[in-house]
């Protein structure tokens, strides 16, 4: 299996911008169909965006599409999600996730108004 460490979460100003990591380790990264998901606060986990195993697809969420970039560094075991014109509604606790199996312990993100 693969272990997976997010990092980078914080409270920003609505309209700022934060960078998120997931660090993988255990078996090939680069075996790995990546995603980001999101739960705020009384809501459901909710899907953010994905990615394929090359890096060349993305995919998102419409309500984050065209903030939210999601890259990998497969040579790294990494995976990253910027943010950008981030909202009050983006705050939730951000998780990353392989192969739709794996998950990490989340990082909460904050968004002032």
């Known amino acids: 299996q693969v272990q997976l460490v997010e990092s980078g979460g914080g409270l920003v100003q609505a309209g700022g911008s934060l960078r998120l990591s997931c660090a993988a380790s255990g078996r090939t990264f680069s075996n790995y169909a990546m995603g980001w998901f999101r739960q705020a606060p009384g809501k459901e986990r909710e899907f953010v965006g994905s990615?394929?195993?090359?890096?060349?697809?993305?995919y998102y969420a419409n309500s984050v599409k065209g903030r939210f970039t999601i890259s990998r560094d497969n040579a790294k075991n990494m995976m990253y999600l910027q943010m950008n014109n981030l909202k009050p509604e983006d705050t939730a606790v951000y998780f990353c996730?392989?192969?739709?199996?794996?998950w990490g312990q989340g990082t909460q993100v904050t968004v002032s108004s």
């Open positions: 996730v392989a192969d739709q199996r794996y």
């Open positions: 990615i394929s195993l090359s890096g060349q697809h993305t």
